[in-house]
């Protein structure tokens, strides 16, 4: 990469030095998934259904949008080093939700090799939706999965993605109605469902719109935004807020982000990146953004 290339060589060292840190999806796996199950058992255990409303949220919110974060590692095979402990638990973290990740892996690998370029399927996805606009956020939390299967199975090249996407899809019903059959339809609506339609989207929609939108095409310095927020959402959100950082090394484990955001701290000074500050100040500025490009100014300053 071009933005990498221009580093320093003891940056790019120290990066290679984080990149092969031990990985730590696997634990934040099963922390979520628990704490998916203790919500959804509170629920039904208070039978209020302002507790309830507010179970379906979290869940959506912190668990299942947590998961995808830990899938998209497992995307980058850093679940695990074992490709057969890397593969079932990078699926399973998508299979919750109800999406391949073969599908979602070429998709997004697609999407780092050519970030912004006519060929990133997550640019032409959002220039169908109202131009890319910042409203298109909206609507993308509905319109992407079906975009990424739908990448899966009829646009990506890349050898072999057709049938396991297919092979991802089956083996998903398959687990959706065990899931079923276990805890009935009415807890299946309530804590599989309900969350992907309420917490998730939001969830999705913020951070979708964080990463990119407003971004200066063709710089590797620009393409993607840094932000500072609050302790609470790098806890619940696994660091997601550093994804500069992890265009510009995405073979770093989300949890040695802050320390790689640290090493780049004097290069970003140097080049004028100003980091955002908090979610929900930035998505309410960038859904009022009409241009997904903004060549004119510094990305970490809208």
């Given amino acids: 990469m071009v933005g990498v290339a221009s580093m320093p060589p003891e940056i790019r060292a120290r990066a290679r030095v984080l990149a092969h840190s031990s990985y730590r999806a696997g634990i934040r796996i099963a922390l979520d998934i628990a704490m998916w199950i203790g919500a959804a058992a509170l629920a039904q255990w208070a039978g209020n259904i302002w507790i309830t409303a507010a179970a379906i949220f979290f869940i959506g919110f912190v668990c299942i949008h947590d998961l995808l974060i ?7 095979s850093m679940i695990s080093r074992r490709r057969w402990i890397n ?10 939700a109800g999406c391949s990740f073969t599908a979602h892996r070429a998709f997004h690998l ?21 131009g890319a606009k910042g409203t298109s956020y909206l609507v993308l939390p509905w319109l992407a999965p079906v975009s990424v299967v739908l990448y899966g199975l009829v646009r990506s090249t890349f050898p072999g993605v057709r049938w396991r996407t297919l092979r991802d899809l089956v083996l998903i019903a398959m687990l959706h109605g065990a899931i079923v059959a276990i805890a009935g339809w009415q807890r299946y609506a309530l804590f599989m469902v ?8 939001v969830a999705f929609a913020v951070r979708s719109i964080f990463e990119h939108h407003g971004a200066v095409a063709g710089d590797p310095w620009r393409h993607a935004r840094t932000l500072d927020t609050h302790l609470v959402v790098r806890v619940f959100w696994s660091n997601i807020n550093h994804h500069l950082e992890h265009h510009l090394f995405p073979k770093v484990p989300v949890h040695r982000l802050p320390e790689l955001r640290g090493l780049l701290s004097e290069e970003y000074a140097r080049r004028g990146i100003v980091p955002a500050q908090g979610f929900a100040a930035t998505a309410t500025r960038l859904f009022g953004e009409a241009e997904h490009f903004g060549a004119s100014e510094a990305l970490g300053k809208r």
């Fill in 70 to 76: 830990q899938g998209h590692d497992g995307v980058h």
């Fill in 87 to 96: 593969e079932p638990l990078t699926w399973l973290c998508h299979a919750l």
């Fill in 110 to 130: 697609q999407h780092h090799r050519r970030t912004h370029g006519p060929h990133d399927p997550e640019f032409m996805l959002l220039r169908r939706i109202w």
């Fill in 194 to 201: 309900a969350p992907g339609l309420t917490g998730l989207a």
